[in-house]
């Protein structure tokens, strides 16, 4: 599967903003999907993430990092290849490139171990 990430912008503390990573390739829905980022300096931290369905009415298995927790969510679309990050509450802290990643099994926090990855995009929060 190939993997891109794009919506990233300049924006102010408290603004919302949403990312889309766009899946080609077959089976999408096979796959995990997940955030990271990685601000200047600073090693890829773990955003997010979003399993397959469990075959119930958005029976997807999500989890998130402590950081981004209660203001960051992640959906995805099957039918339109396309998995989303809405940030909500955004901080300067939160600025950093955005990147979604995909694997059939791995549904960790270990990003060396997500074997698909998208060119990132960049998120700027000023003060």
């Known amino acids: 599967v190939q993997l891109q990430a794009f919506g990233g912008g300049l924006v102010q503390a408290g603004d919302s903003l949403k990312l889309t990573c766009a899946a080609s390739g077959r089976s999408f829905e096979t796959y995990v999907l997940a955030w990271f980022r990685q601000a200047p300096g600073k090693e890829r931290e773990f955003v997010g993430r979003i399993t397959w369905a469990d075959g119930r009415s958005d029976g997807y298995k999500r989890y998130y990092g402590d950081a981004v927790k209660g203001r960051f969510s992640i959906t995805r679309d099957n039918d339109k290849n396309t998995a989303t990050l809405q940030m909500n509450s955004l901080k300067p802290e939160d600025t950093a490139v955005y990147y979604c990643?995909?694997?059939?099994?791995?549904?960790?926090?270990?990003?060396?171990?997500?074997?698909?990855w998208g060119r990132g995009t960049e998120v700027t929060v000023s003060s």
């Open positions: 990643a995909a694997d059939q099994f791995y549904t960790g926090l270990d990003y060396n171990r997500y074997a698909f």
